[in-house]
């Protein structure tokens, strides 16, 4: 929303009356002198009746920009026609609603029920509000059977007691009861008014008509010629009358006599008028905007509310809060006069302010305006503004009478026909400030250092530049010594400075920064407060301790401000003190025995402040003026009305399921039962009866869930995700920039737990449980008998595993001595094996040796001729036949060869059965791998011989030629 503000005033009040006062001192300008209360008065300044205005453009309420009617509901929901149909605003949030033909809506009206009713083209009835905060149009074409009636637009409603009046150009219908009565017009109805219980209609070209209530019939109040056919666009209650093309007219006795004309000098035409108090009327023009007409006893004053938005008003209305909304050809604009701020200039950026009896000035940024001060009467459009020294004006100071303006391009007086004269060269200057002891004498503050002004013989001059000293001295303050000053630089710390007598030169500079006690040497400022001298910091205020030369915390006001924050601006102004923290305005009572800082009323300054050059001037008690970025504004504390049981409601709340969305009546006592499984709920709100229901800010909090108050923001809503089945209770509440707090709106719901969460899943669960106690105990008594029952089994096992590893030891025992034995076996075998060969051998040599002994003895015998030898020969024969190696050596041999090669023999044997004894000894011989030539003597045959029987058994053998017959015996195992 985009707000222009203007000149307050409570509307019950006919002016807002400030007193200004003019400041004189010795040491500061005069709004520093006003914080030490040496205030002079002035004489009175009216700032006329303008009130405080936002404007509403489309960006705000998202439909068509012209507006035609309003009305407000027992809640103060406003009601605006449009020709997007009903806007409805609740103070937070906008909601369009349509005629049942899409028509725009040219009339509004709240009935004596309450009911709100709506008149469009071919269409009228009434707006529904339904339990779930949900608008919608009900037509009463059918049940008032007009639905073949064609009467256009239906331009004004009026409602009288019962009866509710819809003004179309055609007809009257005079709804009462459920019936409808249809009067129509001679020619045009263009305008209908209430006069107290009376109503009047004028009929274009034929006069004005008054309702015959209990008839239902017109008859003729004045003749078309009695009123000069003029368009009558008001009656007050004596029946005067204001025209459309402004003029104002007395009756008497059916008789008009003009008394003012109110466009003497423009065609410009009256649209709509309302009756602000007993002696003053708004008019919305057509294109000069609103007017102020008041009856004085000399006659009407005339007067306008400034406003830089849309000039055609096309209509007005008042609030039951005693504001007004004013509907523009482009736009809405409300009126605030319950608001106790003020804009008297708006024009530029404001620095400082100052005013005597006949004109007030303000320093700005783009230089300086004045306004007139002998008509007293001040608005943002009555400014003027100083040609001849346009750019950055700082503050302005009252010197001897006259008044001279600190500027950023050097030091000028002004005179009374408003041109400057420049004082010196000097460029730069802050302020210039009254030095005790010295006779019309002034210290000259610029960006680089300070300059000692004179006045001689009613000539201003600069004397000389204090030498020594090239600081900016924006910020100096005068010390109890005359010579002695202190002076804050934004980004270098605190000089305290000692001029000679003679102004001539700094003779002592002190210099302090955090080495001294500061927090730090940034943003330091120095104010006089209670008599006695501060200096605000990043961290609080402190104060220079002369006996420790260090600046040490100040408690009396630390106690009190927030010291994370800067207090820029420090005001003693009688019983308050007025504190800027951190671009924020504030007060707190100076004596109070438990000060805090109130600043809700000044939320609208915070940010728009010029840092460390703030303009806070308090004129009385209870008003001051505040200088921003925005302009000038007047704050009166004076005008804040205490609002008592407020009532924040519920304006819409839906919960999000599965994609869904689904409405919750708003206005339900019960608790209300929500399904689970939902994704959020949000809750909508709203104080439309608040006043100064702009800038509303709540705060909330769901029981169980937020552990305390939410803090106050602008939000009108607010939405929880992922809620958990159970009670809630959702509370909020809303305060005004006044501070008034609303009662808090509660809201109470269940979300419904989940099939498996319910009551009935939980008795199935406690049964459940139950049985499974039961069968529980019954497994656990089978566990345990079963796990006795494995323990013992487990032991029986473990026994015989013992028994089987001991079992397994002997097992392992025994085939460790099997195998001790196999292998003494193996050794015993091959010992055998070696004396059987050796056997063997000794056999194959044994006969070997008989056989060439016998052959030897042969020859003896056939070459001996003696008989003797023969015979001698013969018995040797005989013996060695005796000892020859018969078959008995070779059975003992055969024994001994099965004894060593049993297995062999036993393979050999069974794979073939019918080896002869000679071919099982020959395969032995093989075996032991004789050759023929010593198997041949063993066997008792020859070499050849030994061929042959090898040869029979390789056939017994089945084995091929190929086949080698040492590697078959091999194969059988031995």
Same mark, same amino acid.
């Given at each position: 929303?985009?707000?222009?503000?203007?000149?307050?005033?409570?509307?019950?009040?006919?002016?807002?009356?400030?007193?200004?006062?003019?400041?004189?001192?010795?040491?500061?300008?005069?709004?520093?002198?006003?914080?030490?209360?040496?205030?002079?008065?002035?004489?009175?300044?009216?700032?006329?009746?303008?009130?405080?205005?936002?404007?509403?453009?489309?960006?705000?309420?998202?439909?068509?920009?012209?507006?035609?009617?309003?009305?407000?509901?027992?809640?103060?929901?406003?009601?605006?026609?449009?020709?997007?149909?009903?806007?409805?605003?609740?103070?937070?949030?906008?909601?369009?609603?349509?005629?049942?033909?899409?028509?725009?809506?040219?009339?509004?009206?709240?009935?004596?029920?309450?009911?709100?009713?709506?008149?469009?083209?071919?269409?009228?009835?009434?707006?529904?509000?339904?339990?779930?905060?949900?608008?919608?149009?009900?037509?009463?074409?059918?049940?008032?059977?007009?639905?073949?009636?064609?009467?256009?637009?239906?331009?004004?409603?009026?409602?009288?007691?019962?009866?509710?009046?819809?003004?179309?150009?055609?007809?009257?219908?005079?709804?009462?009861?459920?019936?409808?009565?249809?009067?129509?017009?001679?020619?045009?109805?263009?305008?209908?008014?209430?006069?107290?219980?009376?109503?009047?209609?004028?009929?274009?070209?034929?006069?004005?008509?008054?309702?015959?209530?209990?008839?239902?019939?017109?008859?003729?109040?004045?003749?078309?010629?009695?009123?000069?056919?003029?368009?009558?666009?008001?009656?007050?209650?004596?029946?005067?009358?204001?025209?459309?093309?402004?003029?104002?007219?007395?009756?008497?006795?059916?008789?008009?006599?003009?008394?003012?004309?109110?466009?003497?000098?423009?065609?410009?035409?009256?649209?709509?008028?309302?009756?602000?108090?007993?002696?003053?009327?708004?008019?919305?023009?057509?294109?000069?905007?609103?007017?102020?007409?008041?009856?004085?006893?000399?006659?009407?004053?005339?007067?306008?509310?400034?406003?830089?938005?849309?000039?055609?008003?096309?209509?007005?209305?008042?609030?039951?809060?005693?504001?007004?909304?004013?509907?523009?050809?482009?736009?809405?604009?409300?009126?605030?006069?319950?608001?106790?701020?003020?804009?008297?200039?708006?024009?530029?950026?404001?620095?400082?302010?100052?005013?005597?009896?006949?004109?007030?000035?303000?320093?700005?940024?783009?230089?300086?305006?004045?306004?007139?001060?002998?008509?007293?009467?001040?608005?943002?459009?009555?400014?003027?503004?100083?040609?001849?020294?346009?750019?950055?004006?700082?503050?302005?100071?009252?010197?001897?009478?006259?008044?001279?303006?600190?500027?950023?391009?050097?030091?000028?007086?002004?005179?009374?026909?408003?041109?400057?004269?420049?004082?010196?060269?000097?460029?730069?200057?802050?302020?210039?400030?009254?030095?005790?002891?010295?006779?019309?004498?002034?210290?000259?503050?610029?960006?680089?250092?300070?300059?000692?002004? +004179?006045?001689?013989?009613?000539?201003?001059?600069?004397?000389?530049?204090?030498?020594?000293?090239?600081?900016?001295?924006?910020?100096?303050?005068?010390?109890?010594?005359?010579?002695?000053?202190?002076?804050?630089?934004?980004?270098?710390?605190?000089?305290?400075?000692?001029?000679?007598?003679?102004?001539?030169?700094?003779?002592?500079?002190?210099?302090?920064?955090?080495?001294?006690?500061?927090?730090?040497?940034?943003?330091?400022?120095?104010?006089?407060?209670?008599?006695?001298?501060?200096?605000?910091?990043?961290?609080?205020?402190?104060?220079?301790?002369?006996?420790?030369?260090?600046?040490?915390?100040?408690?009396?006001?630390?106690?009190?401000?927030?010291?994370?924050?800067?207090?820029?601006?420090?005001?003693?102004?009688?019983?308050?003190?007025?504190?800027?923290?951190?671009?924020?305005?504030?007060?707190?009572?100076?004596?109070?025995?438990?000060? +805090?800082?109130?600043?809700?009323?000044?939320?609208?300054?915070?940010?728009?402040?010029?840092?460390?050059?703030?303009?806070?001037?308090?004129?009385?008690?209870?008003?001051?003026?505040?200088?921003?970025?925005?302009?000038?504004?007047?704050?009166?504390?004076?005008?804040?009305?205490?609002?008592?049981?407020?009532?924040?409601?519920?304006?819409?709340?839906?919960?999000?399921?599965?994609?869904?969305?689904?409405?919750?009546?708003?206005?339900?006592?019960?608790?209300?039962?929500?399904?689970?499984?939902?994704?959020?709920?949000?809750?909508?709100?709203?104080?439309?009866?608040?006043?100064?229901?702009?800038?509303?800010?709540?705060?909330?909090?769901?029981?169980?869930?937020?552990?305390?108050?939410?803090?106050?923001?602008?939000?009108?809503?607010?939405?929880?995700?992922?809620?958990?089945?159970?009670?809630?209770?959702? +509370?909020?509440?809303?305060?005004?920039?006044?501070?008034?707090?609303?009662?808090?709106?509660?809201?109470?719901?269940?979300?419904?737990?989940?099939?498996?969460?319910?009551?009935?899943?939980?008795?199935?669960?406690?049964?459940?449980?139950?049985?499974?106690?039961?069968?529980?105990?019954?497994?656990?008594?089978?566990?345990?008998?079963?796990?006795?029952?494995?323990?013992?089994?487990?032991?029986?096992?473990?026994?015989?595993?013992?028994?089987?590893?001991?079992?397994?030891?002997?097992?392992?025992?025994?085939?460790?001595?099997?195998?001790?034995?196999?292998?003494?076996?193996?050794?015993?075998?091959?010992?055998?094996?070696?004396?059987?060969?050796?056997?063997?051998?000794?056999?194959?040599?044994?006969?070997?040796?008989?056989?060439?002994?016998?052959?030897?003895?042969?020859?003896?015998?056939?070459?001996?001729?003696? +008989?003797?030898?023969?015979?001698?020969?013969?018995?040797?024969?005989?013996?060695?036949?005796?000892?020859?190696?018969?078959?008995?050596?070779?059975?003992?041999?055969?024994?001994?060869?099965?004894?060593?090669?049993?297995?062999?023999?036993?393979?050999?044997?069974?794979?073939?059965?019918?080896?002869?004894?000679?071919?099982?000894?020959?395969?032995?011989?093989?075996?032991?791998?004789?050759?023929?030539?010593?198997?041949?003597?063993?066997?008792?045959?020859?070499?050849?011989?030994?061929?042959?029987?090898?040869?029979?058994?390789?056939?017994?053998?089945?084995?091929?030629?190929?086949?080698?017959?040492?590697?078959?015996?091999?194969?059988?195992?031995?």
């Amino acid at each position: 929303m985009k707000s222009e503000n203007f000149k307050i005033n409570d509307f019950v009040f006919d002016y807002l009356t400030v007193f200004l006062f003019l400041f004189y001192g010795v040491f500061s300008d005069h709004y520093t002198i006003s914080a030490q209360n040496n205030l002079s008065p002035v004489p009175v300044i009216d700032l006329s009746k303008n009130p405080n205005i936002d404007y509403y453009s489309q960006q705000d309420f998202n439909a068509d920009s012209q507006f035609w009617s309003v009305t407000e509901d027992a809640e103060a929901v406003m009601y605006f026609g449009n020709n997007d149909g009903i806007l409805i605003f609740d103070g937070s949030h906008w909601t369009t609603v349509h005629l049942t033909n899409s028509s725009s809506v040219r009339s509004l009206a709240k009935g004596a029920d309450g009911t709100i009713y709506a008149g469009g083209y071919n269409e009228l009835g009434y707006i529904k509000h339904n339990e779930f905060g949900d608008y919608r149009f009900i037509s009463l074409k059918e049940s008032l059977q007009l639905q073949n009636v064609s009467f256009e637009n239906i331009w004004q409603i009026d409602v009288i007691k019962e009866r509710v009046i819809f003004r179309s150009f055609k007809k009257l219908f005079v709804l009462e009861n459920g019936n409808v009565t249809q009067i129509p017009s001679k020619n045009s109805f263009i305008k209908s008014f209430l006069v107290g219980d009376r109503y009047f209609v004028q009929d274009a070209n034929e006069g004005l008509y008054e309702l015959n209530l209990d008839k239902n019939q017109i008859s003729e109040y004045f003749s078309a010629e009695a009123i000069d056919n003029y368009s009558i666009v008001y009656i007050s209650d004596n029946f005067d009358l204001i025209t459309s093309n402004g003029k104002i007219f007395e009756t008497n006795q059916k008789s008009l006599s003009l008394k003012q004309s109110i466009f003497e000098d423009s065609n410009d035409q009256i649209i709509s008028v309302l009756k602000l108090d007993p002696s003053s009327v708004l008019l919305g023009t057509l294109s000069q905007g609103i007017k102020v007409l008041k009856k004085e006893e000399a006659g009407y004053h005339i007067s306008s509310i400034n406003s830089a938005n849309d000039k055609t008003v096309l209509n007005l209305y008042k609030t039951s809060n005693g504001n007004v909304w004013a509907l523009l050809d482009s736009g809405l604009e409300f009126l605030n006069y319950n608001s106790p701020r003020t804009t008297i200039f708006n024009q530029a950026s404001v620095y400082d302010t100052y005013w005597d009896k006949d004109y007030f000035y303000v320093a700005t940024n783009k230089g300086v305006y004045y306004s007139d001060l002998l008509n007293q009467n001040i608005n943002p459009n009555s400014f003027k503004k100083l040609n001849d020294i346009p750019g950055q004006a700082w503050s302005f100071n009252e010197l001897n009478g006259e008044l001279f303006i600190n500027h950023d391009k050097g030091l000028f007086k002004l005179t009374r026909d408003f041109t400057s004269e420049r004082i010196g060269g000097v460029n730069g200057v802050w302020k210039t400030i009254k030095l005790k002891n010295y006779p019309n004498t002034y210290l000259v503050c610029t960006y680089e250092g300070i300059y000692i002004l +004179k006045n001689e013989n009613g000539n201003w001059i600069i004397r000389n530049k204090v030498q020594g000293f090239d600081e900016s001295s924006r910020d100096i303050l005068a010390t109890h010594n005359p010579n002695v000053f202190w002076i804050c630089h934004g980004y270098k710390g605190v000089y305290r400075i000692t001029l000679d007598k003679q102004l001539e030169r700094a003779i002592a500079i002190d210099h302090f920064t955090e080495k001294n006690g500061l927090p730090a040497k940034f943003n330091i400022n120095v104010f006089k407060w209670q008599d006695e001298t501060v200096f605000s910091t990043n961290n609080g205020v402190y104060k220079f301790d002369e006996y420790d030369k260090r600046f040490k915390p100040y408690k009396p006001i630390n106690k009190i401000i927030d010291t994370t924050r800067n207090p820029r601006t420090i005001i003693d102004a009688k019983d308050k003190t007025w504190v800027v923290q951190d671009d924020e305005l504030g007060f707190f009572l100076t004596n109070s025995n438990n000060p +805090k800082i109130q600043s809700d009323i000044f939320l609208q300054t915070k940010g728009t402040f010029n840092r460390g050059m703030e303009s806070i001037t308090p004129l009385s008690e209870n008003s001051l003026l505040v200088g921003t970025h925005n302009g000038l504004f007047l704050y009166d504390l004076s005008n804040t009305i205490r609002q008592e049981g407020v009532k924040t409601f519920f304006t819409k709340i839906t919960y999000y399921r599965d994609q869904n969305t689904v409405n919750l009546p708003v206005d339900k006592d019960s608790i209300v039962e929500i399904p689970n499984n939902l994704n959020s709920i949000k809750f909508s709100f709203a104080t439309p009866s608040m006043v100064n229901n702009q800038n509303i800010k709540f705060s909330y909090k769901l029981e169980d869930v937020d552990k305390d108050w939410s803090s106050w923001q602008h939000l009108a809503f607010k939405e929880y995700s992922l809620l958990t089945p159970g009670n809630y209770v959702f +509370k909020v509440k809303s305060k005004n920039v006044l501070g008034n707090e609303s009662k808090i709106a509660s809201y109470q719901f269940y979300i419904r737990p989940k099939w498996y969460q319910s009551g009935m899943a939980y008795v199935g669960y406690a049964i459940i449980f139950l049985l499974l106690l039961i069968t529980g105990q019954q497994l656990l008594a089978r566990k345990i008998k079963k796990e006795n029952q494995k323990s013992i089994l487990k032991e029986q096992r473990a026994n015989k595993l013992l028994q089987l590893e001991i079992n397994q030891l002997k097992l392992e025992q025994d085939k460790e001595k099997i195998e001790r034995d196999k292998k003494h076996l193996q050794r015993d075998i091959i010992e055998k094996s070696k004396e059987l060969a050796n056997y063997t051998m000794l056999l194959v040599n044994k006969k070997n040796f008989f056989d060439q002994l016998q052959e030897d003895l042969k020859e003896l015998k056939q070459i001996s001729k003696n +008989k003797q030898s023969n015979q001698k020969i013969l018995e040797i024969f005989k013996k060695m036949h005796r000892n020859n190696i018969d078959e008995q050596y070779l059975q003992v041999f055969d024994s001994n060869f099965e004894s060593v090669h049993h297995e062999f023999f036993t393979n050999l044997k069974q794979k073939i059965p019918n080896l002869s004894k000679k071919e099982l000894r020959l395969s032995a011989f093989i075996k032991m791998e004789l050759s023929n030539k010593d198997i041949a003597p063993l066997l008792g045959i020859s070499i050849r011989g030994v061929e042959t029987a090898r040869y029979r058994l390789r056939k017994k053998l089945n084995l091929e030629h190929d086949d080698n017959l040492m590697e078959f015996f091999e194969s059988l195992k031995s």
